[in-house]
């Protein structure tokens, strides 16, 4: 069954078939390895967006009259290698129905099914990781799909990847690194205004794909995260290069992930899915 993400309006906004959009939870908390959680980030997106003023000041529009619907879980919470087939295969149905994907999880490696899907139906595409952590192991803990990985296995289906961000590795990772396609926090803030953004602009092709793991940002701006990491970037960055990315590509989907929800602290729940309704008002603008 499918339900409205954003509030509770006319039945046409509500119902797949018409809606533009699809957003796709997966709870999926199976290989996180410090603060568990993140299965709960789904639900906890979902119930601040109820909260949320629909009209965007910045682009002067009304996102959700092109209709979101929100569909049922992936509810595969076994081995990680059946959740990413599962969230491939619904994929694959969201993009051979037309409608723009959002993903929403759940640990990172929720995010390889989506890569899966995206590369059977954009040869040439590139991946925009905004994130913490490289996530750039073969393995870890004796998988290839544990979120310390999730990038690794994007790698073996495109090489047009570039992470943004980045400010924790571990020395095995490295082999995997493109030291021309990342761009560490520390560099970036050395840069003066949007430059560095104009960089990453062009490493990336036409089609993109972007991957937002939540400990991008600072945790002074998002503590809820299971691995949160200090001196990241701040909100208006991030949103900033969404749009710059949006204004000279082809943003093909998108998934938010690793929100690792409080209860007693709502804010970092209202900043993902405001941060989702804002991208997707620059997306349909």
């Excluded at 909260?51 to 509810?75: C, K, Q, S, W």
């Excluded at 995997?176 to 970036?188: K, L, Q, T």
Aim: with cysteine.
């Amino acid at each position: 069954m499918e339900k409205l993400l954003y509030g509770d309006f006319e039945e046409k906004y509500t119902r797949y078939a018409d809606a533009a959009i699809a957003i796709l939870p997966v709870p999926y908390d199976g290989t996180s390895t410090w603060i568990k959680g993140a299965d709960k980030g789904p639900r906890a997106l979902l119930e601040a967006s109820f909260n949320m003023e629909f009209y965007d000041i910045e682009t002067d529009t009304e996102v959700f009259r092109h209709g979101i619907a929100t569909l049922d879980p992936v509810t595969e919470n076994a081995l990680p290698e059946a959740m990413v087939n599962e969230v491939e295969q619904r994929m694959n149905t969201i993009l051979a129905d037309k409608k723009f994907p959002v993903l929403i999880g759940g640990e990172h490696s929720v995010s390889v099914g989506a890569f899966r899907a995206m590369a059977k139906r954009y040869p040439e595409f590139s991946i925009l990781q905004l994130d913490a952590h490289s996530d750039m192991r073969d393995e870890y803990e004796g998988s290839p799909y544990n979120h310390a990985c999730v990038m690794a296995r994007g790698k073996d289906l495109t090489p047009n990847i570039v992470q943004v961000g980045i400010r924790s590795s571990a020395i095995e990772e490295k082999h995997n690194i493109d030291p021309s396609r990342i761009f560490y926090a520390h560099e970036i803030k050395e840069i003066d205004g949007t430059a560095w953004m104009y960089e990453v602009s062009q490493k990336l092709t036409d089609n993109v794909y972007v991957t937002i793991d939540l400990d991008v940002l600072d945790p002074a701006y998002m503590p809820s995260t299971g691995t949160p990491e200090p001196d990241g970037l701040n909100y208006r960055q991030v949103l900033t290069i969404l749009k710059l990315i949006n204004e000279r590509h082809n943003i093909i989907g998108l998934d938010v992930v690793e929100l690792c929800p409080n209860d007693c602290n709502k804010a970092p729940d209202f900043l993902a899915a405001k941060l989702i309704y804002q991208f997707l008002s620059c997306k349909f603008k």
